[in-house]
């Protein structure tokens, strides 16, 4: 097993399916009156977050606790972060406080890695910068997996924000390594140009959605991350909405079996309309609920072992 | 000082038919102590519980035609070796329907040696329900118990030195049905 999971890249397939198999199993417990599991008494995680979170921090919070580590949180926000306190010498001190594990995030693109050379313990990235959130493209992985029945051939679209988004970058790394298909989706502004070189050669590139839907399995929409609208990526959010939105009438080109996915949190009426997101075909909450699922594999497979 | 493989001594415990008599027992027994296996659950710990549990239930049901619940329970997570060894594949735990809430639970594994699984087992249990009672049913029981457990019902004792190993193996799993008994006793491994 692997130490750190700082990059979707640092996994293969056969570790990518264990962790996938293990969270099933942790979901079939999360049904039980007693949902707390002994397995991680004793060990430590940290949640250090210098960016505000919702979903990924409680997420990693619960799966901690129902594996029975002892959680501290830490937020950049009332911490001697704001006296000016350098990521190093923070994670000087959590490894004297001996963290067996720390979950980061961070605005700076690859500060898991840098953080992974100063402490011994695991290092978990829940996002940092544009660069990637493994467990987010875990957890989607294992959503269309117990949706769809396999991962292997199937057809996925991300729409949207491609270039800031690091959800895409990590979905777009673990589902070629599982065999599924990508095709990224966007304004040409928002989509790097040569990333499928730079990524996972297979992957392909649209600018037209409606043309794409017919043949996908899995349509993920990304966030407008709107605190970047005012780089003019595109002309207006109406406009984007127009091409890029899903709304019913796009959402009927699906073919019947297919699914409609949401990282969160989103913009209801922008990227996707609140009928969508609601519907039957949406996957949004159930990949909440499967977050913890997929958390506590990635905990249990780094921590549940000999160090 | 380790030996060449060659040199190992393998021999064997129960072969397939000793293996289908000693099941057949076992069903038995369990419907004799058990008043007719009422309100009974049989609960393979996995791997080879699992099937083993199975086929208690089948031959149960061959006998006397009652039916008992079979599920299996994964003990991975309970277990108080986590940290020594390298991390572990999660197995499955299906309950039956009805759960195990008053009924009597018959935990059934293929070998009991340490006594440690048996001790993750009751852990695991207590944390997905209240059973009235539970019952331990063993293929092999090897003996060299760290903890105080032990089987109601026994397939076969097999005296071992603790350098030996008890290898059960199962059509459902291996291919075949039989017990080995490897590794040189008083030997060291």
């Known amino acids: 097993m692997i130490k750190h999971l700082r990059s979707a890249a640092d996994l293969d397939a056969a570790t990518a399916t264990l962790i996938l198999d293990t969270a099933a199993e942790m979901a079939a417990l999360a049904g039980r009156e007693v949902k707390k599991l002994p397995t991680l008494r004793g060990r430590t995680v940290v949640n250090l977050f210098y ?4 979903r990924t921090r409680i997420s990693f919070e619960a799966a901690a606790k129902r594996l029975s580590a002892d959680v501290i949180n830490f937020s950049a926000k009332g911490s001697s972060v704001s006296k000016g306190e350098s990521l190093k010498d923070t994670a000087l001190t959590l490894q004297a406080m001996g963290a067996d594990a720390v979950v980061i995030r961070h605005s700076a693109s690859g500060a898991p890695h840098r953080l992974a050379s100063w402490v011994d313990g695991s290092v978990i990235n829940a996002g940092d910068g544009t660069h990637e959130h493994p467990t987010q493209a875990l957890l989607d992985a294992y959503t269309m997996r117990s949706r769809l029945g396999r991962l292997d051939g199937l057809k996925v679209a991300i729409v949207g924000d491609v270039l800031h988004s690091r ?5 777009v790394l673990l589902l070629s390594t599982l065999g599924a298909q990508v095709t990224l989706v966007g304004p040409p502004t928002l989509i790097p140009v040569d990333i499928a070189a730079a990524l996972e050669p297979k992957t392909k590139v649209s600018y037209d959605l409606d043309s794409v839907l017919p043949d996908m399995d899995v349509v993920m929409m990304l966030r407008v991350q709107t ?13 984007y909405s127009r091409r890029y939105g899903l709304d ?5 080109k699906l073919p019947e079996h297919a699914i409609v996915m949401h990282p969160g949190p989103m913009n209801r009426g922008m990227e996707i309309t609140p009928e969508v997101a609601d519907s039957s075909r949406s996957t949004i909450v159930e990949q909440v609920a499967n977050g913890v699922s997929a958390r506590m594999a990635v905990l249990y497979l780094l921590l549940g072992g000999k160090a | 000082m380790a030996s060449p493989r060659a040199d190992t001594t393998s021999k064997i415990i129960l072969s397939g038919s000793d293996l289908h008599r000693v099941v057949d027992r076992i069903a038995h027994q369990i419907l004799e102590k058990t008043s007719g296996a009422t309100g009974t659950v049989l609960l393979g710990i996995p791997t080879r519980g699992v099937p083993l549990a199975q086929r208690l239930a089948a031959r149960i049901h061959a006998f006397e035609d009652i039916d008992v619940p079979v599920g299996s329970l994964d003990i991975t997570l309970y277990r108080d070796d986590l940290r020594l060894h390298a991390t572990r594949a999660l197995g499955k735990t299906e309950l039956p329907g009805g759960g195990i809430d008053g009924r009597r639970v018959i935990l059934v594994d293929d070998v009991l040696f340490s006594g440690r699984t048996v001790r993750a087992a009751l852990d695991a249990l207590n944390d997905v329900g209240r059973p009235s009672s539970v019952q331990l049913a063993v293929l092999v029981d090897r003996g060299h118990r760290q903890l105080p457990i032990r089987a109601d019902y026994v397939g076969k004792n097999i005296p071992t030195a603790l350098s030996e190993s008890v290898r059960v193996s199962l059509t459902e799993t291996d291919g075949l049905d039989e017990v080995n008994l490897t590794g040189a006793p008083g030997g060291e491994a």
């Not at chain 1, 605190?227 to 406009?239: G, H, L």
């Open chain 1, 51 to 54: 960016e505000d979170s919702t």
């Open chain 1, 167 to 171: 959800v895409a970058r990590s979905n």
């Open chain 1, 227 to 239: 605190e970047r609208m005012q780089d003019s990526y595109f002309p207006s959010a109406r406009e």
């Open chain 1, 248 to 252: 019913l009438a796009r959402m009927r």
